[in-house]
């Protein structure tokens, strides 16, 4: 799994409904990885959503032991991932939603997994003309959980990257799977270049 956090201070309560907020937690503002520049894609057929709207839950900076709320909802809108949280009120929960309501707790965070990668090389244009390369777009990825962070990695609004230890791990799966996508798109080339 792989994680990016925005420090969205737009985390707003719903009127009318106890411990309920609506925030963001992606967007496509290219984000420099230590292999490249990521883009995730939020364009319609884009983002499996279903995992969020059926069993998506908050946690509390990626612990899954840390569950604080469920998601109600999760959609797109304005080429960005929104959704509508509810917390917990079991201690753990009611220390983090205090956190949140009163500003203290600003950072969101979006863990996911990629399934189709678009690699742009060095001054190319990508499939739909809006990034120029080198960047890889994940063309269609699935949110896996939510979770409010205490430290995201970048401290100025926009995208970070999480640094614990499973992160790292998976920088190095990542790196391979990359590998073989690049593989994979170079065989194509070759292939419709020799027709």
Known sequence: MTTRELIDCSIRAVEGKDRTFRLSFSSEMPYDRWWGTEI???????????RLNTIGVVLFNHDRDEVVGR???????????????????????????????SGTLKGVSVGYIVDSWEEVMTNKQSADGKYTGPCSIARKWTPLEISIVSVPADSTVG?????????????????YVRQLQYNKNTQKMFKEAKR
Do not use: P
């Open 40 to 50: 995730l894609d939020h364009s319609e057929g884009a983002v499996d959503l279903t």
């Open 159 to 175: 995208v970070g990257r999480s640094d614990d230890e499973a992160s790292k791990g998976l920088a190095m799966y990542e790196t």
């Open 71 to 101: 998601v109600n909802k999760a959609w797109i809108e304005n080429s960005r991932g929104e959704a509508e949280v509810t917390f917990d009120s079991d201690d753990k929960a009611e220390n983090i939603y205090q956190k949140v309501q």
